[in-house]
């Protein structure tokens, strides 16, 4: 049974930075597409970033691009997301999705298998 546990979620300021990693259990993080998606209060959960089964392509969010970067440690069996220059906006609950048969990551929460539990990442003024 594939299971992904998040870490690294926390209280930060405006403009500063947090690192996210998703650790892959049961399975290896290289055998499957990664997503990494928020949810606000009172909001739908959305796609942020992903990266392709290779590891060789990544897409972002509008919203994200050029603050955020999505990465895989094929030795720690981990896919990590580093968040920089972070806004009150960005404050949300973030998972990480694994997707066993698409090549590259989709934007669609439905096309995902695995999710993680969950962590807090919360942008203060």
């Known amino acids: 049974q594939v299971q992904l546990v998040e870490s690294g979620g926390g209280l930060v300021q405006a403009g500063g930075s947090v690192r996210l990693s998703c650790a892959v259990s049961g399975g290896t993080v290289r055998n499957y597409a990664v997503g990494w998606f928020r949810q606000a209060p009172g909001k739908e959960r959305e796609f942020v970033a992903g990266?392709?089964?290779?590891?060789?392509?990544?897409r972002y969010a509008d919203s994200v691009k050029g603050r955020f970067t999505i990465s895989r440690d094929n030795a720690k069996n981990t896919n990590d997301l580093q968040m920089n220059s972070l806004k009150p906006e960005d404050t949300a609950v973030y998972y990480c999705?694994?997707?066993?048969?698409?090549?590259?990551?989709?934007?669609?929460?439905?096309?995902?298998?695995?999710w993680g539990q969950g962590t807090q990442v919360t942008v203060s003024l």
């Open positions: 990266i392709s089964r290779s590891g060789g392509r990544t």
């Open positions: 999705a694994a997707d066993r048969l698409g090549s590259t990551s989709s934007i669609s929460s439905a096309q995902y298998d695995y």
